[in-house]
């Protein structure tokens, strides 16, 4: 015999005794819903009895789908409709014939099966919730935060000069900015190579343009190797523009001193 044909016998006979349970916990639950609907159940169990029969019922739906999943390892994590009705309901049905109403034990203790008997069932699809939550690092970010969408690649020409003299140091630049059609923000970085001694003095203008005058910039940032220039539009570019832009670094011999 090949191991399909085993997988096969193996998963037959799982079904099998899946379906046994579970028909013989559907049959006994509505044969005593029928006695109990008769009357004929005139000594009523303790609550410790009630909920240790409960408990029992539940076991065994919660046997019998283990049996189920062990036969068909193809299933989803996720147990069925069927399934999950035919692993609760009976002893859902147990549970609310035996408990008694002014008992607030066998209450107690009939919530608890439920709610454990559920976690149970449902192990997997916990499992893998918690899961995702440790590795979504939305998790763990404080209240109140937003995550900023990633910007397209930017699209930057630039040309930069670097002087060294007596008088300090000195690295100017000519960049030219293009802008996708919609675009209103664009940060640029400017590196510093080498870094210098100490943060330097940062200027930056855009050069004027007869077809775009709405363009403006400033400094964001200042290091010591390197600047960002934020750029605005007072509106979205609606094709695609360029902007010249001239920034100028300065580490001044004096400055360097006092510093």
């Known amino acids: 015999?090949?191991?399909?044909?085993q997988t096969t016998d193996r998963?037959?006979?799982?079904?099998?005794?899946?379906?046994?349970i579970w028909t013989s916990l559907l049959l006994g639950s509505w044969l005593l819903a029928g006695r109990s609907v008769a009357g004929e159940l005139s000594s009523p169990l303790s609550p410790l009895h009630s909920w240790l029969a409960t408990g029992a019922v539940a076991l065994l739906g919660l046997l019998a789908e283990i049996i189920h999943r062990i036969g068909s390892p193809s299933l989803s994590p996720t147990p069925r409709p069927l399934v999950a009705t035919l692993s609760l309901a009976p002893m859902l049905t147990v549970g609310?014939?035996?408990v008694a109403p002014s008992a607030p034990v066998a209450w107690t203790g009939l919530a608890v099966t439920s709610v454990t008997a559920t976690l149970v069932l449902y192990r997997n699809t916990v499992r893998r919730q918690i899961v995702h939550a440790r590795r979504d690092?939305?998790?763990?970010?404080?209240p109140g935060t937003s995550v900023t969408p990633t910007q397209p690649?930017?699209?930057?020409?630039?040309?930069?000069?670097?002087h060294r003299d007596s008088n300090g140091d000195r690295l100017d630049g000519d960049l030219t900015v293009h802008w996708r059609h919609g675009q209103r923000h664009q940060l640029v970085h400017v590196p510093f190579v080498p870094a210098f001694e100490e943060l330097p003095e940062v200027t930056c203008t855009c050069e004027p343009s007869p077809s775009d005058e709405s363009v403006r910039a400033r400094v964001a940032d200042v290091q010591r190797?390197?600047?960002?220039i934020e750029l605005r539009r007072s509106g979205p570019a609606d094709h695609r523009q360029s902007t010249d832009l001239r920034i100028s670094a300065t580490l001044s011999e004096s400055a360097h001193r006092a510093a």
């Open 225 to 228: 190797f390197g600047t960002r």
């Open 153 to 162: 690649a930017l699209e930057l020409s630039q040309t930069l000069r670097r």
């Open 1 to 5: 015999m090949n191991s399909s044909s």
């Open 11 to 20: 998963a037959r006979w799982s079904f099998r005794l899946a379906v046994t």
């Open 137 to 142: 690092p939305r998790s763990s970010r404080p």
């Open 96 to 98: 609310l014939i035996l």
